[in-house]
């Protein structure tokens, strides 16, 4: 498991996750054993003009809309401990969104404290991008500097809501299944590995990693017991119809039709993204025999995930019905971790100031020409200035609420790491919720460093292999801090 770490660093990383462990249960403190209150809010953030979606090399500017894009916050508080949490279907969150908000709410909510909200993302690829400069925008089309302006104003409208509609709650938890993310990285013989490969041929070895079809849910309940909402935690990014140039929440729309239609119009559904860096909901193998079936089923790929989402619910809905705790733990801690950033190579910087002088000499009609040129840049711009930013600052939050935690980063996190922190956690289920706080791009293992492709070459990477473990060491510490 540790195979990863380089032995010059093994130690430094030894004392970070002791230390953090220290402070963690220094702070910690006893749990209030006071009521927990919870409440739900939701919004569309669906823009009403044209933007341009996020998630693709190439420029997609919406033509309509398929379904709504929404942001669903959920406020808990015992008195002594809070949270608001806001799940977007976005493609990622940025700090600047997040600032935004927390300036907001300190206004309109005073006797909240800033520091423990918390957005993440659920990534869909057709939502609208909210960074200046990585796309070429048409006149008549929403900017995202316009967009992230919309949101903030939504999500901190939807935050304030959720938590003015705190009431005494129940929760309950379990572990259901649901066939939804793949691994996408194929290998082959000569060691490379492939997002998305041609698998029809003979060097093809098989795929890089594990697959975790778990979903972790989290139920909320009022004294009454009437179900009020699920959290729902999938090792999976919501990116099926990622292609399209319409905007979509993808399978978490289709997911809460379901849901609704089966426990009432009024329930609420929050999505959380697990590590899920190297997986995706596009299927590997048989994909003929995956049409063919839903073909004949009359289902949609979307609609399917959609069901199977639902029906994993339904399994073990009678289980989570019957054990709904009151007054259950909350606790939250947030912490600021410094990660070894991945550093360029000098043939690294040299393919990519190749690859730029190349770009910048083709064709303005090639294909991904911008989106290219901004890539090979910035890693020439990364190995100028690698002397002098040698880390990299994330925000980590972990929750505690009755047996189960919750810890957040934000990076697309290869699922080993996830299955790390789960193995060696003190909570009876652990959700990892990725592309939280902010976006700091792929995080992936020693073996898909070493095999290459997308996702796991430099440019994809601020933090490589050494930080990703780094993560781990800290967030197992903080999260078994809280149940000491």
């Known amino acids: 498991m540790f195979d990863e770490i380089p032995k010059l660093h093994w130690s430094k990383f030894m004392k970070m996750s002791l230390t953090a462990l220290c402070m963690a249960v220094a702070a910690c403190g006893p749990l209030s054993a006071a009521d927990l209150l919870a409440g739900w809010a939701s919004v569309s953030i669906t ?5 341009a979606l996020a998630g693709q090399f190439h420029t997609r500017i919406s033509k309509s809309v398929h379904d709504p894009v929404t942001a669903t ?12 949490m806001v799940s977007l279907d976005v493609v990622a969150v940025n700090k600047e969104l997040l600032d935004r908000v927390r300036t907001r709410l300190k206004a309109a909510l005073p006797e909240f404290d800033g520091r423990k909200l918390l957005l993440n993302a659920t990534h869909t690829n057709t939502a609208p991008e909210m960074r200046e400069g990585n796309y070429e925008i048409p006149e008549g089309v929403m900017t995202p500097t316009e967009f992230v302006e919309f949101l903030t104003e939504k999500v901190s409208a939807v935050a304030v809501e959720a938590w003015k509609a705190r009431r005494p709650a ?3 938890w379990a572990t259901g299944h649901a066939v939804i993310g793949y691994n996408r990285r194929a290998v082959f013989a000569d060691g490379r590995s492939v997002m998305y ?12 990693g594990y697959e975790d079809h778990a979903l972790e849910l989290l139920f909320f309940w009022t004294p009454e017991r009437k179900l009020t909402g699920i959290g729902i935690n999938v090792a999976c990014p919501s990116q099926v119809v990622e292609g399209e140039s319409y905007i979509s929440a993808d399978f978490w729309n289709d997911a809460r039709i379901e849901l609704r239609r089966r426990y009432g119009q009024d329930l609420f559904v929050f999505p959380m993204t697990g590590a899920a860096g190297d997986q995706s909901p596009h299927v590997q193998l048989r994909k003929a025999a995956e049409a063919k079936m839903r073909q004949r089923l009359g289902a949609t790929a979307t609609g399917q995930i959609g069901r199977r989402i639902a029906a994993a619910v339904e399994e073990v809905y009678p289980a989570a019905a019957a054990d709904i705790r009151m007054g259950a733990p909350l606790a939250h801690r947030v912490e600021e971790l410094r990660l070894p950033v991945r550093k360029v190579t000098p043939a690294e910087a040299e393919r990519a100031m190749e690859e730029y002088t190349r770009l910048k000499q083709a064709p303005a009609t090639q294909p991904n020409r911008y989106a290219m040129i901004r890539r090979a840049s910035a890693v020439m711009e990364r190995y100028k200035r690698q002397e002098s930013v040698t880390e990299f600052p994330m925000e980590l939050h972990v929750i ?11 990076f697309e996190l290869f699922l080993d790491f996830g299955l790390r922190m789960k193995a060696r956690s003190r909570a009876e289920q652990t959700f990892v919720v990725q592309l939280a706080c902010d ?12 095999g290459g492709g997308y996702g796991a070459e430099i440019a994809s990477n601020k933090v490589g292999p050494e930080g990703g473990q780094a993560l781990v060491e800290r967030t197992v510490a903080a999260i078994n801090a809280l149940f000491e």
Not at 400 to 410: E, F, I, Y
Not at 439 to 450: D, F, I, R, S
């Open 47 to 51: 823009p009403d003009k044209p933007v």
């Open 73 to 84: 916050a959920l406020a808990l508080d015992n008195g002594a401990e809070q949270a608001v």
């Open 170 to 172: 129940g929760v309950s």
């Open 197 to 208: 490969a041609k698998l029809d041929q003979p060097e093809f070895m098989g795929f890089e």
């Open 400 to 410: 505690r609420v009755g047996d189960v935690a919750l810890a957040t980063n934000p």
């Open 439 to 450: 976006t700091a791009g792929y995080l992936p293992t020693a073996k898909a460093v070493a």
